[in-house]
């Protein structure tokens, strides 16, 4: 009985070990994030990308930095695919730039001033 609660035991920390060595660790990122100012921005981005990216496990919207911070699971996305989140949340994200339809509905808040569009390209 001992011999074979030891062999259990035994196989069960094998099992858990191995385990341990599948879970990938999340990756943390800073996104450039400008024009998420306030908290109506903040709310938006960080409860619209996780529904939209599997595989974020969390989203911190610094507006005093003008900063994003993403952790998340590199074999289940990437920083291309978040960035592309929260240009399609209507904000600038590093040198992704917002979604134009979804940019016109935010608050004014969130908004640029003209002298921060880009007048070459007709971007936001």
């Known amino acids: 009985m001992i011999k074979q609660f030891t062999l259990g035991l035994i196989i069960s920390m094998i099992s858990t070990s191995a385990m341990a060595q599948v879970t990938p660790k999340a990756v943390r990122v800073n996104i450039s994030t400008p024009d998420a100012i306030c908290d ?54 590093d040198d ?18 003209a002298d921060q569009r880009n007048p070459k390209s007709g971007k936001l």
């Open 96 to 113: 992704v730039l917002a979604n134009t339809e979804v940019y016109k509905k935010l608050p004014d808040c969130c908004k640029k001033t």
């Open 40 to 93: 109506p921005c903040k709310a938006k981005i960080e409860a619209l990308v996780p529904r939209l990216i599997d595989g974020v496990v969390k989203i911190t919207v610094q507006t005093r930095q003008k900063i994003t911070q993403v952790q998340y699971y590199p074999d289940r996305t990437n920083v291309e695919e978040i960035k592309t989140a929260i240009s399609n949340a209507g904000f600038d994200a």
